[in-house]
């Protein structure tokens, strides 16, 4: 009972964090008209989350590490739901795009502390894959969710719901997390890389905000080529302070002389892209192209998040007997025929849903492949700054993915999704890197 009730709280807390990079979507006209936003204002209220949430990612592994992974755990929850409640009750815009900063912030302390967990207390490998499939389901399901429960709660209640709603939750998972999590007596006492966390954290930052501002402007231009070009300076910096000048590193890099871990880093990367391509870019098709509503587009995906869910289940109890390779494989080959057939698009019934549901699948039998690809045979000690690391991959993919594949989409949806295409393979010819035993 003790476990189901872990691993109920670690994917509940999985959901959360997921639904709130993409339930404010809808509700922003409102907030924009209720606020008095201007320009590109109502833009941060996302985008403040999604920035804080992939820059300190690292950090809050770390944390998770040095601290506890239930204190973290709990500091998340708190911190994530107090913010909350203030976007909930923002008067002004100021106050709401400084409480979706800080609930990015409690966000990036929650999400490697709940894959700490759950790589630290299913440990028996059939146990562990379950567990695997029901987390990502969960993230899943949360990314996919945004859109219909943001319209649906906008027109039922108000905008500020879409915010107040975590705050009940976020109680009930905090005791929850207080019943079900066992104090552990840290016998570590490294003190926290400061320097390698600053660099980490600012870099990450920087580079971050720069493929945000891809959106509307050049690659080439200040406000993107700037603060890109700065960021990866800092983070190579990082690099360096890491290797030969902390005595503690925030992240070790001895780390990546596991090839799980540096080359699951590596195919995460990849996924973020094929991920963006099937949410984003199939929802704005059937906004902008079928003339489909936020909430109708969000109803037409949902036959894909079901399918999503029961892959993911399935693809983690096969994953101890069949291996990474023949998962990573399977979903490279429903991406391939998925994308290829999402291309040439037409109507929603015969051009969309049967390539979606291909997609959808891919991504079910891929995700939970390989965030347990990254974080198996992780010494517990590290099951934080590893869970971090995931995370981080995941959400720089994504963004990454989002600023090239909207460039490559101003020619057109069915170049983006013949680009996501060609990714399947990609992560399929990278697996082969990964050592021989799954």
């Known amino acids: ?49 999604l920035l804080t949430f992939a820059g300190f990612l690292l950090l809050g592994g770390r944390a998770a590490d040095l601290l506890g992974r239930r204190p973290m755990l709990v500091a998340g929850l708190v911190l994530f739901s107090a913010a909350s409640l203030a976007a909930g009750l923002a008067g002004t815009p100021t106050v709401l795009v400084t409480a979706r900063i800080v609930q990015g912030v409690g966000a990036s302390l929650l999400a490697p502390a709940t894959l700490a967990v759950l790589n630290t207390t299913f440990t028996e490998p059939h146990e562990r894959a379950r567990a695997f499939g029901a987390w990502s389901a969960a993230g899943g399901v949360g990314g996919m969710a945004g859109a219909l429960a943001g319209g649906a709660i906008t027109t039922g209640l108000s905008w500020r719901w879409v915010f107040l709603i975590n705050v009940p939750i976020g109680l009930a998972l905090i005791t929850a997390a207080l019943v079900s999590l066992p104090v552990v007596r840290l016998v570590r006492r490294e003190s926290l890389d400061l320097a390698g966390a600053l660099a980490a954290t600012g870099g990450l930052a920087a580079a971050i905000y720069g493929v945000m501002q891809s959106g509307g402007h050049a690659w080439t231009s200040a406000r993107v080529a700037l603060p890109v070009t700065a960021g990866v300076v800092v983070l190579v910096l990082f690099v360096v302070v890491e290797a030969r000048v902390a005595v ?42 079928l003339g489909y509503s936020a909430l109708r587009a969000g109803l037409g995906q949902t036959p894909a998040a079901v399918a ?92 990454v993915g989002l600023a090239v594949l909207t460039t490559v989409g101003a020619g057109g949806y069915d170049r983006v999704f013949l680009v996501a295409a060609a990714l399947g393979p990609g992560i399929a010819l990278v697996s082969a890197l990964l050592p021989r035993r799954d």
Do not use: K
């Open 1 to 49: 009972m003790a476990r189901r009730l872990v691993l109920a709280l670690i994917c509940v807390s999985q959901f959360m964090v997921i639904l709130d990079a993409s339930i404010v979507n809808v509700a922003l006209p409102s907030i924009r008209r209720d606020l008095g936003f201007t320009g590109t204002g109502p833009a941060w209220v996302v985008n403040g989350y």
């Open 248 to 289: 503690q590193p925030m992240l070790p890099l001895r780390l990546f002389r596991s090839r799980r871990v540096a080359v699951g880093t590596a195919m995460l990367l990849l996924f973020g892209g094929i991920a963006i391509a099937m949410w984003y870019f199939t929802s704005l098709y059937l906004q902008n192209v």
């Open 308 to 399: 999503f869910v029961l892959v993911a289940r399935v693809a983690s109890a096969l994953l101890p007997r069949v291996g990474v390779r023949a998962l990573i494989g399977g979903g490279a080959v429903l991406f391939l025929a998925g994308f290829g057939w999402l291309s040439q698009a037409g109507g929603y019934l015969g051009g969309v849903l049967p390539p979606m549901l291909l997609v959808a699948a891919g991504i079910g039998l891929m995700f939970p492949t390989l965030m347990a690809t990254v974080t198996t045979g992780v010494d517990p000690a590290d099951a934080g700054i590893v869970g971090g690391l995931a995370n981080t991959a995941s959400q720089v993919g994504s963004s």
